[in-house]
């Protein structure tokens, strides 16, 4: 048997017994031998670790104190004496951070201030400061990793280990408590007075106690108002602006801020990265916003930006300034378009402003571009485009795309005796918009099953789905009012309409109108009013001139649900039936909060009330149209319907100008 005495720090004595596993007297000691020699050199590793793991003496302390609030009082001095915008702010902003430490160097707080904590705090007056005072709590435990603490340790040659980060992070949260109360006199006489304003402050704590000279490590400051680069934020991102521009955009994306197609948002940050210097996120400070703001106004409204990678806003801004023309009064982007890039920027903004636009002092707003947004005043003669007349959509459903013309490219023209009636988006959108009211996007996009036909009123559903939306997520609602079922007015039942939804149907397509979406790019009513819509207004104004407002423009697709809402422009009329039909908000207390209609008599009863309004303020203008059989042009003919007048021969060609020949 070998047996040693362990003793656990001079107190406690214990015997420890191994057994030889032997008879054999020699064997015994030579294990006893080799035993005793291991047991002399694992207790002379234990003492060493006994010695590693000592507590921290007095000196270790102070010097930890003392470091570390020549750190927090060097940071605030620096940034009180400045004389930047915040300078004045410094022992306000303080004051609340010296109450976080008192807090949170309480035993017990490391998952922040306690309810007692608060309500003490709004007992003593200071109920409006405690989400400040909570957010600098939340900094402090983040700052203030072991590592942060363990590299303190190490510079003044104190041991590591659990037990003394544990201590020392309290120490140096005494530390910046203390820093925060006392630098409430920076701004006092004798202070500003002072050769060394930092040893002014410290001065009653007198001469420090002797240890090694500790080596250069910055302790984290809360709120660092003096970062290694000047910054209007709390951490200096180095990142590009362009290089976080994919994050935002996933990120808004998933928290539902922004939805569908967001070429447009990623184009105007693009915009903002070119405009400004593509700077570190970092080095961004307010002039920003209104740098953003001017650069937009100095560029033409037809501008063609390119991407940073390629075309204009791959060059600097200013070379590319300086190659265009002033812009002209004509020339200049509308003050609307300026706004909705301020929008943009701002709601980025506010994301960032979480992480890396995070401001130094809490409550304010570094870059704020709704400040920039500019007052608009609208007057409905100049900025609203005119409505189109009854008597305008009457010479286009008494054309020939209506009542009989010819193919593709010639839909607008007579062709004779092989006239046809072809049916797509060319033929249904305009009497959908004029005896619905939807918007241009809401019904070109469209998708079959969003058509129920197997309902006593046949409607349709105007909602969210994969066909407006992109990425295979649904989309197109612009707000929850536009989520509306519309009963499918008797004239689209009479020239066919269901009997098209069954033939596109049976082709096997998801979109109503599945021409309208055979492009990534150009899609929808926007694909429409390039493929047909032109067209059709150019037949119109040849019939008949077109309205226009005193900035030049004449009526448009969304001109059409213009004229709509005018027809319940009468005495009587329901304004919540009208709201509903419209897919406009309702108003009113009783509108929002108390009318049910929907819920409490259900949808049998609500259908048929709206198509009676419907057909009781709208007049029918499609009499003379003659229903014909489904027929459906091959699916990249469909909707091309072709100018409606004959082109016409240069006169230099040596044939006069008229209105015949040259049909091409």
């Known amino acids: 048997m070998f047996q040693r005495r ?12 191994l057994a030889l596993g032997t008879a054999d007297p020699k064997v015994a000691r030579t294990r006893a031998a080799i035993l005793s020699a291991r047991f002399v050199r694992v207790k002379s590793s234990v003492d060493a670790m ?3 793991g000592r507590r921290l003496t007095g000196p270790e302390i102070e010097a930890l104190f003392r470091n570390a609030l020549e750190a927090e009082l060097t940071s605030y001095v620096h940034s009180a004496y400045e004389n930047a915008s915040w300078s004045s702010s410094v022992p306000e902003v303080a004051a609340q951070e010296a109450e976080a430490y008192r807090i949170i160097r309480r035993p017990d707080r490391h998952l922040g201030l306690t309810d007692r904590d608060r309500a003490e705090l709004v007992a003593r007056g200071l109920g409006a400061d405690v989400p400040a005072i909570e957010d600098y709590a939340q900094q402090i435990r983040d700052l203030l990793t072991d590592a942060v603490v363990a590299k303190r340790l190490e510079a003044i040659g104190a041991p590591v280990h659990a037990d003394t980060i544990a201590v020392a992070r309290t120490h140096l949260i005494r530390a910046a408590a203390s820093a925060c109360t006392r630098v409430q006199r920076v701004f006092d006489d004798d202070i500003m007075d002072a050769a060394d ?10 001469p420090p106690a002797t240890l090694p000279k500790p080596t250069a490590t910055a302790l984290p400051v809360v709120v660092p108002l003096t970062p290694p680069i000047d910054s209007q934020f709390q951490v200096y991102d180095s990142r590009p602006f362009s290089a976080v521009i994919d994050d935002i955009l996933a990120d808004l994306k998933t928290d539902g801020i922004w939805k569908g197609d967001l070429r447009q948002q990623r184009r105007i940050m693009e915009t903002f990265a070119w405009i400004t210097g593509d700077k570190p996120l970092g080095a961004y400070n307010h002039l920003d916003a209104a740098t953003f703001k001017k650069g937009m106004q100095k560029l033409p409204a037809r501008f063609y930006y390119g991407s940073l990678t390629e075309g204009a806003m791959s060059r600097p801004f200013a070379d590319v300034l300086a190659e265009l023309p002033p812009v002209a009064p004509a020339d200049r982007r509308n003050p609307k378009t300026i706004n909705r890039d301020l929008s943009t920027m701002a709601t980025v903004a506010r994301h960032l402003a979480t992480t890396s636009w995070k401001p130094r002092l809490p409550g304010t707003t570094v870059m704020d571009f709704g400040a920039g947004r500019i007052a608009i005043k609208v007057d409905p003669n100049i900025d609203t485009r005119p409505p189109w007349t009854t008597a305008h959509l009457e010479h286009l459903f008494a054309s020939p795309l209506y009542t009989g013309g010819g193919g593709a490219l010639k839909r607008l023209r007579d062709a004779g005796r092989d006239r046809q009636v072809w049916h797509d988006a060319a033929y249904f959108l305009p009497l959908l918009w004029f005896y619905h009211h939807s918007c241009r996007e809401e019904t070109a996009g469209l998708e079959v099953a969003d058509v129920v036909t197997d309902h006593p009123v046949p409607h349709f559903h105007i909602r969210d789905n994969l066909t407006r939306g992109r990425d295979g997520e649904m989309a197109g609602e612009k707000r929850g009012a536009r989520n509306r079922k519309l009963p499918i007015h008797a004239e689209l039942i009479r020239l066919g309409f269901l009997d098209y939804v069954d033939a596109i149907r049976a082709e096997g397509h998801v979109a109503l109108f599945p021409e309208l979406y055979v492009n990534e790019e ?21 019939r008949l001139p077109l309205p226009m407002n005193p900035a030049g423009k004449g009526p448009d697709i969304h001109s059409i649900r213009a004229l709509g809402s005018s027809f319940y422009e009468v005495d009587g009329v329901n304004a919540l039936m009208r709201a509903d039909v419209m897919g406009h908000a309702r108003e009113g207390t009783n509108g929002k909060h108390y009318s049910k209609r929907m819920a409490t008599e259900g949808l ?3 259908l048929p009330e709206r198509r009676d309004f419907i057909a009781r303020y709208v007049p029918t203008i499609t009499g003379n149209i003659e229903p014909h059989s489904i027929r459906l042009l091959p699916l990249e003919k469909r909707s091309r319907v072709g100018a409606g007048i004959t082109r016409k021969r240069r006169s230099d060609a040596g044939v006069s100008r008229t209105g015949a020949g040259g049909d091409r």
């Open 522 to 542: 150009k899609r929808g009513g926007a694909h429409f009013y390039e493929r047909a819509w032109q067209h059709m207004v150019d037949y119109i104004a040849e």
């Open 604 to 606: 049998d009863v609500v």
């Open 197 to 206: 304003p930092i040893a002014a402050l410290m001065a009653d704590l007198g």
């Open 6 to 17: 362990v003793h656990y720090r001079n107190l406690i004595s214990k015997p420890v017994p």
């Open 50 to 52: 006994l010695e590693e």
